[in-house]
């Protein structure tokens, strides 16, 4: 006689982070930010294709030309076509962001899952993070950039260096709370290794937040970069960058208002787009927010 065997009920499996990207278009401000930034996105990848001229070309002859068919939005006091620098300057701005943003969040996440798991290391790591927090960020980077000389890695390392630990006391703190939930000290108890612990169990619930700031991040550092270059201690100033461009334009502004306007319009649309984004990334990652949308 055959014994019929019921089958087994499936069992969901979850996650800790699932990432959704609906966020993007939950509401026409931030559909706006989103599309904003692609854009920006996209004239940075393809600024080869899209800009009429050469960002470097001396022209004297053509210095502060006003906009034409030729130059839609004039020269500059060198007589370089100021649309074709203000697209290429979106290359450097969002390469600064975004390198910035991964390497502080890669060593930051580093330091924060050992000291928040190890007591002892964290007496120590973060009594050297509140030190570097202490130094306003920008005099840091101006230091950094003084010693080094100036170039594209010097500027990405001293942006980098004042946000690690912010990076760090974040993942801390998440650290700190999640080790003593019951799951990390089950596998404490049956003699998981330490790696696999970090990697598999804590290292997950530090990833919502580590979006949300790493959005933070970008848009501080691309602002930051524009004032070392605006103060003239950023990248050389040949280099199209908005700062650059802006900091050019300063000698000429009651001339020519619009050597400021542009690159000080493309700025603050990317700053306020990446923080409208992260605005609405916490609120689409953090389960609290959740909840009261919910009541």
């Not at 050992?114 to 030190?131: Q, T």
Request: glycine share 8%; proline share 8%.
């Amino acid at each position: 006689m055959a014994i019929e065997t019921l089958p087994e009920p499936s069992i969901p499996i979850t996650t800790p982070f699932r990432p959704r990207f609906g966020f993007l278009t939950g509401s026409p401000i931030i559909t706006v930010a989103s599309i904003c930034l692609a854009l920006i996105i996209a004239m940075a990848i393809l600024a080869p294709l899209l800009a009429p001229h050469d960002p470097i070309k001396l022209a004297p002859a053509m210095r502060l030309k006003p906009s034409s068919t030729e130059f839609w939005l004039g020269t500059d006091a060198y007589g370089r076509d100021l649309l074709s620098r203000v697209i290429y300057g979106a290359r450097i701005s969002l390469l600064i962001g975004i390198g910035a943003a991964i390497c502080s969040i890669s060593i930051g996440l580093l330091i924060g899952l050992v000291s928040g798991f190890f007591r002892w290391v964290d007496a120590v790591m973060m009594r050297i993070m509140d030190g570097l927090m202490a130094i306003p960020a920008i005099l840091l980077a101006i230091a950094v950039v003084s010693l080094s000389g100036a170039s594209l890695w010097t500027v990405l390392v001293a942006i980098t260096i004042p946000e690690i630990p912010r990076v760090a006391r974040l993942v801390r703190s998440v650290v700190l709370s999640a080790r003593e939930e019951p799951y990390v000290e089950a596998a404490i108890s049956v003699g998981s290794s330490l790696p696999k612990i970090m990697i598999r169990h804590l290292m997950p619930n530090t990833i919502a937040p580590l979006i949300v700031q790493g959005t933070y991040v970008c848009a501080s550092a691309i602002l930051t970069e524009a004032i070392l270059s605006f103060l003239g201690a950023g990248i050389s100033p040949e280099t199209p960058t908005w700062g650059n461009i802006m900091a050019e334009g300063r000698a000429f502004f009651q001339v020519k208002p619009s050597l400021i306007f542009w690159p000080g319009l493309m700025l603050s649309i990317a700053i306020l787009s990446i923080n409208l984004i992260g605005d609405a990334a916490r609120d689409a990652l953090d389960p609290r927010m959740k909840q009261r949308e919910g009541k």
